[in-house]
């Protein structure tokens, strides 16, 4: 079993990712959200790739059933129902409810990955689980970190390396393929008792501190809180 | 002063570079083969985008004062003079040519660069060197990874860390600007002592030593043996 890791959505192409597991990874904060909504009853994640899509889809979903959520420059869309802060997403909020997503970074990277075998949703608040799952597949597998702006972000690459060294555990034989990989892991190990400072020092975490939603790094940092997998396929995210 | 760096091409996208000084670096192998092939007496290096646009650019120079260098997987181009190894570019073979030069990552991330304030020709080979200009120009500066086919690279972000941590030892008050600089700057302090080693267990390393052409990786590897600065202006590197 081969573990690579993808820096950026961009690193994905000429990649062929139909017999792998791929894992998409916005620890700040789109897929830390995604579990946490579903984790409080939302009956489907529909990442999308714009603001209209959003609007369009809810529309046909029913707006009695579906509601909107989504950041721009860290802050709800005008018009939406919901913001990406984890916060937000409560059982009263979202309990059986569609949520129609569109945010800058994660949910592009969930719809880069559209052609894998599975495409689950890992965050820091569910990492156990997702180490478990991918061990358990048994397939090569690619950490899709989303990045920002197509650009590296360090805590997405601190949490796949972490990921890959609980499946390495898990999974007798499975190896490191490629630089990047090798690279995460590293970061993963000199970071390992500071992940909290990571998200608080990186850029997507001081952008998050200036827009006032510092409160949200101490949700995406709480490691294992939360026992499942979200799964990516046609077309929603469920569990 | 502020220090970025970008791990592939494509993390440029959107970054104003008119009043920065771009280093762009390619240690397996283009930067460091432009660097020697300087050093050896080259007049200048054309860095062109497409096979068809060496050979039209070679013909518009003449073929008596013009030579073809590029590689793909590794090898010579079919046709050309040269390929891509930093040995090839002896005195003998390139004192006054110009080269017109198309490699995989190397000549496609200087001409990403061609916009910014100055770009400059950084490698393992001229490390001293090129820090000591970016020092004295004392503009922002990016260093920009090749990479590889547009993935992260390891052993040019090791040389982006290396070089910064110069820059910063030569330059009051020049900051990391970004997560990229501070994860290069960990990753130069963590193989500070292993470099040869990074190279040749780099993905581009190991596919380098497949093609027969492991002799390369020291060449690169031998840090500082040359105290030249090549700069690309006007389509063409020059000393």
Redesign the interface.
Known sequence: VKLDV???P??L??VDLSKKTVVVIDVLRATSTIVCALAAGARSVFPVASIEEAVRLAQVLGREDALLAGERKSLRIEGFDLGNSPSEFTPERVEGKHLVMNTTNGTVALLAAAGAGHVLVGALVNLDAVARAVAELGKDAVALCAG????????D?VCAGLLFQRVRALKKGARYG???A??AQ??AS?YATSVPLVLS???AGRQLARAGLGADLQTCADMDRLAIVPQFRDKQVTL
Not at 148 to 155: I, K, L, M, T, Y
């Open positions: 993808c820096f950026t961009n690193e192409s000429g920002r702006e197509q650009r590296f972000a360090v805590e690459a490629g630089d990047a090798v690279t590293l970061l000199h020092k990186s850029a």
